[in-house]
């Protein structure tokens, strides 16, 4: 069974950038197109960002230019980096693949203060 570890979130200003960590067990990674998710409080949880096998990227609209997603298949490892944070970026972010085919892991907070 596929497990999915989310860390790196944490509290920053506007303006600030964090980097988060998705470790994801079994041999399956590479194979795999894989996402990052959030979910505000009180809202459906949303793809930001995807990152297919072979490193194509896309963002959601409100993350384009400030978002990179990444992959280390040595690893198993997919990172987002978040540069120039906004208060609206807070929320619990998730990865999984763009089917949501795992179980989701208990998620990284980002509260980004104004």
């Keep these: 069974q596929v497990q999915l ?8 200003q506007a303006g600030g950038s964090l980097r988060l960590s998705c470790a994801v067990s079994g041999s399956i990674f ?13 809202k459906q949880r949303e793809l930001v960002a995807r990152i297919t096998a072979g490193g194509s990227r896309n963002y959601v609209d409100s ?20 540069n120039s944070l906004k208060p609206e970026d807070t929320a619990v972010y998730y990865c999984n ?3 949501m085919i795992w179980s989701w892991g208990q998620g990284t907070q980002v509260t980004v203060s104004s």
């Design 97 to 99: 693949t763009p089917a």
């Design 30 to 42: 590479s194979i795999n197109a894989l996402a990052w998710y959030r979910q505000a409080p009180g």
């Design 5 to 12: 570890v989310e860390s790196g979130g944490g509290l920053v």
């Design 63 to 82: 993350v384009k230019g400030r978002f990179t997603i990444s992959r280390d298949n040595a690893k198993n490892t997919v990172y987002l980096q978040m």
